[in-house]
């Protein structure tokens, strides 16, 4: 037997802060061909103004630090860190800024936006399913969504790498971003 998550509904409508203690932010990038390598973002804020009853009049905004990557790999990390990739110091945040959502199904959205890394804007999309609303031991009101997209790093000017004795390189072009979202009602 499977349960998915009531629509979105007038209850829910209001504005919301991620929660950076129950969201995570992540990614997935393929290692040496063989493997992959997963990481995420620790410092995030995020707000999202949801319209239960009309979604597409709903937006989000979020921004990263960059320098808060972390892939359980001190030297991963600072290499991450550095010009070879996302130019911290040059570059400090990621940033995203939805254009339009849309409803997909009766608890699906797609959310476009611009995605900022490097300095580099592109538009996105990230397919995101609502996982539902309830009110925490604390009294807030929280909401759940989880979505996923792949980009090509390279479209964001993060393009080194290096070849592999057997053929290939050691970084894939595609990365996914990972979305687990808990954000808390503020008004």
Known sequence: MTTSAPALTSEVTGTYELDPTHTRIGFVARHAMVTKVRGAFNEFTGTAVINGDDPSQSSATVSIKVNSIDTRNADRDAHLRNNDFLQVDDYPEITFTSTSITQTGENTYDVTGDLTIKGTTQQVTVPFEYQGSAKDPFGYDR??????TVINR???????????????VLVGDKVTLEFEVSAVKVS
């Open 143 to 148: 909401v759940g969504f989880e979505g996923a």
């Open 154 to 168: 390279k479209d964001f000017g993060v393009t080194w790498n290096a070849p592999l004795e057997t053929g290939g």
